[in-house]
């Protein structure tokens, strides 16, 4: 076995955070969702799985995947096959949801537990899709606003790129951002597809 598929099983394992996940108002827990393998071409960085991803017990798959998806140009075969795409969210936990039925944040004993080590176990990384703030924050060193990482999207690729979550309550955003779909999607598109041929 190698290091990236021992990570995996550690991971699997983990339990660190059984009590904080049972005093959310979800009372669920744990079920860390690593999807990985050393030499994955593409990382797509998000920040943790959300509740379809808890009981499915795959990444993105939901409303928010197949806007990813369609993103980067990519149909769920290519997107599911671990020796081409990591994903690996910043908590590998459902953190579950506050008393008003808010996302909790990831918490940051995931990231200080395993995110060195999983970056490490991948290698070399053609190219990083950072989502949000907390992934942009760990793998691109951004310090405002996920809107600002993401305007900053020529200065970062070919390497990585920043991108805003593909959930639906962005739509507004994308539409009084009109350049993100004319000129960033196709530039990530082409990008990505460079990297997984």
């Known amino acids: 076995m190698s290091d990236a598929a021992d990570l995996v099983t550690e991971i699997r394992g983990c339990r660190l955070c059984a009590e904080r996940f049972a005093a959310t108002a979800t009372a669920h827990a744990p079920r860390p969702v690593p999807w990985f393998e050393a030499g994955a071409r593409l990382l797509i960085a998000g920040q943790a799985p959300g509740m379809r991803v808890h009981e499915s017990g795959r990444p993105f798959d939901d409303r ?36 008003a039925g808010s996302d909790l944040p990831p918490p940051p004993l995931c990231r200080a537990t395993w995110h060195d080590r999983v970056m490490a176990a991948l290698g070399p990384k053609p190219l990083t899709v950072a989502i949000g703030q907390y992934a942009q924050r760990y793998h691109l060193g951004t310090k405002g606003t996920v809107a600002d990482a993401v305007s900053r999207w020529r200065d970062l690729l070919p390497a990585a790129i920043a991108l805003p979550h593909p959930s639906w309550r962005n739509t507004g955003w994308l539409k009084r951002h009109p350049w993100f779909e004319a000129e960033l999607l196709p530039a990530l598109r082409a990008r990505v597809a460079e990297v997984l041929a």
């Open 64 to 99: 928010s995947g197949d806007r990813l998806r369609d993103w980067l140009g990519i149909d769920r075969d290519s997107f599911y096959d671990r020796t081409r795409v990591a994903v690996v969210p910043m908590a590998f936990c459902f953190p579950g949801y506050d008393a």
